[in-house]
């Protein structure tokens, strides 16, 4: 089971509690529910990487990243204002690496929770 530690208090804002939703889901490989949160046309831009455009082609990726097992994610910061939001922190594996992240989210508006774009760094520590 990965250890999850967050200093964030998402309080009353809903963006922020579904950020965090979402970074654990990532975190347990929780594929269902990430896919759940994202549209159909999803763009993912892994900076350094790669871009993954659409749905299909993003549930395939992160099918492919579920044996790479996380065993503990430290949520630092998780942040959202309007259509968009944010949230970092670091990511330890089970294999002994280390991973720092941000990830920058667009949602479909204002008011809902869908994502359409997600922007990530990911540097090893």
């Known amino acids: 089971m990965t250890k999850i530690i967050s200093s964030p208090n998402c309080g009353n804002s809903p963006k922020m509690e579904f950020l965090k ?30 871009t993954i455009e659409g749905k299909e082609k993003f549930t395939e990726e992160l099918e492919k990243m579920k044996s790479n097992k ?3 994610l430290v949520l630092e910061q998780i942040l959202s204002h309007g259509k968009e ?25 204002a008011k809902g929770i869908k994502i359409t774009l997600i922007t990530s760094y990911i540097v090893e520590v």
């Open 85 to 109: 939001g944010a949230s970092n922190g670091i990511m330890k594996m089970q294999d002994g690496k280390k991973y720092a992240f941000s990830d920058f989210y667009k949602f479909k508006g």
């Open 21 to 50: 939703e979402f970074n654990i889901a990532f975190a347990r490989g929780n594929v269902e529910f990430i896919t759940e949160s994202v549209t159909d046309n999803i763009v993912w831009n892994i900076i350094g990487d790669k």
């Open 70 to 72: 996380v065993g503990e």
